[in-house]
């Protein structure tokens, strides 16, 4: 897509965030040369590109804007037997972007997922669980048994989990991510 990359597909990825942790937008947007004004219209570029006649879906949209994904990985769930591309965004170098294919194609799914090789951050309290710091696999990984839900729109996620707060004591909790990417996490 002309003028469309990795660079405005992460500024994609920032408008988002920008709901939750805005201060924290505001540094990536700082780290990239890049305005609020300049992140809101390269997001209006993306919507209208995505709603365009003849604009690719599934893994192809992606590849489109993101070239060639640096893997491609099999994945059963179940039965089912998918296909996750994963590429680089040069912001968050520990992560991955992921799109999980199903049979035919279609996107069952797409987020920041932990990079091969690269270690999870250690987690053991509530204090441990700070904005950006983990994707849900590490969360739910750390807090077991972590219940998913569905998020408040369809680039967003919540698990329900019990960790122990800085006392010891267990409080239950709902994180929200965008992205894949921990914002928030409040009491259940």
Known sequence: MHGFGVMEFQLVLLRRM?????????????????????????????????????????????????GAPEAVVDRRIGDLRCSARQWVLPLWPGLRFEVLLGPGGAELNAWLVRAPGTPAPVMRTLADLTPWSCVVAD??????????????????????????????RPRACTADFTWGLLQEVRPA
């Open 139 to 168: 969360l739910g990984t750390a807090f077991p048994p972590a219940v998913p839900r569905e998020g408040s729109a369809p680039t967003r996620f919540r698990l329900d989990f019990t960790a122990p707060d800085t006392g010891g």
């Open 18 to 66: 920008a709901d939750f942790r805005p201060e924290l937008v505001e540094e990536a947007l700082g780290r990239l040369g890049v305005t609020r004004a300049g992140m809101r219209e390269v997001n209006k570029r993306w919507q209208a590109m995505v709603r365009a006649p003849g604009f690719p879906s599934g893994g192809r949209r992606y590849t489109a804007v993101l």
